[in-house]
């Protein structure tokens, strides 16, 4: 009798320690690898079932044993606890890590950044690579005026809500969680500082964005914008056209011009600030913080008109006098001619 028992002792044992071998197998064991070391994230778009989230995650990884795959995530119950995200990954997983992550919802959020955008598609574009929204939704919401009024917003100056920098999304942040999240950063960056800045201008925060694309355009040299600031605001203090080269190349729509020439002075725009008094109607482009806060801070002078140093360094040279600029403009010209740069 005891020899039985002692068997069946045994034999329950290695029971155990075969169970306990077979489920190692099934959740600890390496069983994941990526397909390619620089794409370590599973994306899972919004609405996927099980079958869609596990086609997509095999974009990025393989699954050495789809039969313990499949076992331990009916075991685990991740067919019913599809989440979608953005998730980080990493040969060698175990079933249990990978299933874990996947049906938490814990994501890798996105370092979302844009800049130089100088048009709404550019903008939906930029913002369409980054994050699952299309680039078709948020051009809907930006050219949706109804919308858009919930922002103080229209089609035309929407693009005054962006502040170029870094943010830290979710990559499944629909269309409209995007834009909210974008109005909280927009009024964060509007700072009761800054609002009295912008209200001793007398212009509004859209304005002063408005105003700020066109410094954006005109030089990369930050040190030199709140000079250039300070030639557009005595422009506007004076009642003068702003007649700013950048607005035409914006009405024109064609970025690649590097030299204005006089006959797109007579384009027929909104834009032409050459024909038009004050500021355009909208921003033509997303400017830098940089920009922003070089209108902010512009500097006080007397300068009414500047043109490009024919040296080429990026840098302007200043006028008080219209005689004075026709000089420089005749110098800066001759250059350009020189270089056989005709447009």
Same mark, same amino acid.
């Given at each position: 009798?005891?020899?039985?028992?002692?068997?069946?002792?045994?034999?329950?044992?290695?029971?155990? =320690?075969?169970?306990?071998?077979?489920?190692?197998?099934?959740?600890?064991?390496?069983?994941?690898? @990526?397909?390619? &070391?620089?794409?370590?994230?599973?994306?899972?778009?919004?609405?996927?079932?099980?079958?869609?989230?596990?086609?997509?995650?095999?974009?990025?990884?393989?699954?050495?044993?789809?039969?313990?795959?499949?076992?331990?995530?009916?075991? @685990?119950?991740?067919?019913?606890?599809?989440?979608?995200? !953005?998730?980080?990954?990493?040969?060698?997983?175990?079933n249990l890590a990978l =299933?874990?992550?996947?049906?938490?919802? =814990?994501?890798?959020?996105?370092?979302?950044?844009?800049?130089?955008? !100088?048009?709404?598609?550019?903008?939906?574009?930029?913002?369409?690579?980054?994050?699952?929204?299309?680039? $078709?939704?948020?051009?809907?919401?930006?050219?949706?005026?109804?919308?858009?009024?919930?922002?103080?917003?229209?089609?035309?100056?929407? @693009?005054?809500l962006f502040i170029p920098?870094?943010?830290?999304?979710?990559?499944?942040?629909?269309?409209?969680?995007?834009?909210?999240?974008? &109005?909280? /950063?927009?009024?964060?960056?509007?700072?009761?500082?800054?609002?009295?800045?912008?209200?001793?201008?007398?212009?509004?925060?859209?304005?002063?964005?408005?105003?700020?694309? =066109?410094?954006?355009?005109?030089?990369?040299?930050?040190? /030199?914008?709140?000079?250039?600031?300070?030639?557009?605001?005595?422009?506007?203090?004076?009642?003068? &056209?702003?007649?700013?080269?950048?607005?035409?190349?914006?009405?024109?729509?064609?970025?690649?011009?590097?030299?204005?020439l006089s006959e797109y002075?007579?384009?027929?725009?909104?834009?032409?600030?050459?024909?038009?008094?004050?500021?355009?109607?909208?921003? *033509?482009? *997303?400017?830098?913080?940089?920009?922003? $806060?070089?209108?902010? $801070?512009?500097?006080?002078? !007397?300068?009414?008109?500047?043109?490009? &140093?024919?040296?080429?360094?990026?840098?302007?040279?200043?006028?008080?006098?219209?005689?004075?600029?026709?000089?420089?403009?005749?110098?800066?010209?001759?250059?350009?001619?020189? !270089?056989?740069?005709?447009?």
């Amino acid at each position: 009798m005891k020899k039985f028992f002692k068997i069946v002792f045994l034999s329950l044992i290695l029971v155990v =320690i075969s169970a306990a071998a077979f489920l190692y197998y099934i959740f600890m064991s390496p069983n994941i690898s @990526l397909r390619k &070391k620089e794409q370590p994230y599973v994306f899972i778009a919004t609405g996927s079932a099980y079958e869609k989230a596990i086609a997509s995650a095999d974009t990025t990884i393989e699954i050495k044993s789809r039969f313990t795959f499949e076992l331990a995530s009916k075991l @685990l119950n991740y067919r019913q606890r599809v989440h979608a995200g !953005r998730y980080k990954v990493y040969t060698g997983m175990s079933n249990l890590a990978l =299933i874990k992550l996947l049906r938490s919802g =814990i994501q890798s959020p996105v370092n979302l950044v844009f800049n130089t955008i !100088r048009t709404k598609e550019q903008f939906a574009e930029r913002i369409g690579q980054q994050l699952e929204t299309s680039t $078709d939704s948020l051009m809907m919401l930006l050219n949706d005026n109804k919308f858009l009024t919930g922002f103080g917003l229209n089609t035309i100056s929407s @693009l005054t809500l962006f502040i170029p920098n870094t943010y830290e999304l979710f990559w499944n942040t629909s269309a409209i969680r995007f834009f909210e999240r974008m &109005k909280n /950063e927009h009024e964060k960056f509007w700072s009761e500082e800054r609002m009295q800045k912008a209200s001793a201008i007398g212009l509004s925060p859209t304005e002063i964005s408005v105003l700020a694309s =066109i410094i954006e355009q005109e030089t990369q040299q930050t040190d /030199e914008k709140p000079l250039l600031a300070g030639v557009y605001l005595n422009r506007l203090k004076k009642n003068m &056209k702003l007649e700013a080269d950048p607005t035409l190349v914006f009405a024109l729509g064609d970025f690649s011009i590097k030299r204005v020439l006089s006959e797109y002075k007579e384009i027929d725009s909104p834009y032409n600030t050459y024909k038009n008094y004050g500021l355009p109607p909208g921003p *033509i482009c *997303i400017p830098s913080i940089a920009s922003i $806060d070089a209108v902010l $801070d512009r500097v006080s002078h !007397r300068y009414l008109y500047f043109c490009a &140093k024919d040296d080429f360094s990026g840098y302007h040279v200043f006028a008080s006098t219209y005689e004075q600029h026709q000089i420089n403009a005749r110098r800066f010209h001759s250059v350009l001619n020189r !270089r056989g740069i005709r447009k």
